[in-house]
């Protein structure tokens, strides 16, 4: 007998953007040490302190965990207010360093839900400032 529940295999109604700074770590690094100091200074993401529960839960404060990145994002009192004022899944913000680049991107949403706001573009963008910052 069939199931008559599948459970739904193959290609998902999922979305995620992402948002690529171009930085590449010194040619005189090595692989080993040097190399993963140079990733752990990039790397951030989001912590929320949020109020309220399911559909009314809402952002209160926003703290950055991390390396010098996280540092840098935590000083800066108007982005992290400008990120509270955001839906907890589009505060949430993953920042991490890649073969080729630095990507910022946050959770993923279905096909009705997924979007950039000019704000949220706007957070996206003052974040990839300080990724060009850091030495």
Do not use: C
Not at 21 to 44: C, I, N, T, Y
Request: without cysteine; glycine residues 8%; aromatic residues 10%.
């Amino acid at each position: 007998m069939q199931d008559p529940n599948p459970l739904p295999w193959g290609a998902q109604d999922r979305f995620q953007a992402h948002f690529i700074v171009q930085q590449f770590p010194d040619k005189e690094l090595s692989s080993g040490q040097e190399s993963e100091s140079w990733r752990l200074r990039r790397v951030a993401r989001t912590k929320l302190k949020t109020t309220g529960h399911f559909g009314s839960k809402k952002v209160v404060d926003v703290t950055w965990e991390g390396g010098k990145l996280a540092e840098d994002l935590n000083a800066d009192s108007s982005l992290n207010e400008m990120i509270a004022n955001q839906s907890v899944n589009d505060a949430t913000i993953f920042v991490d360093p890649s073969n080729n680049g630095i990507r910022i991107y946050g959770k993923w949403k279905n096909s009705h839900d997924f979007g950039i706001t000019k704000d949220l573009f706007d957070i996206y963008n003052n974040i990839a400032g300080y990724i060009k910052k850091i030495n």
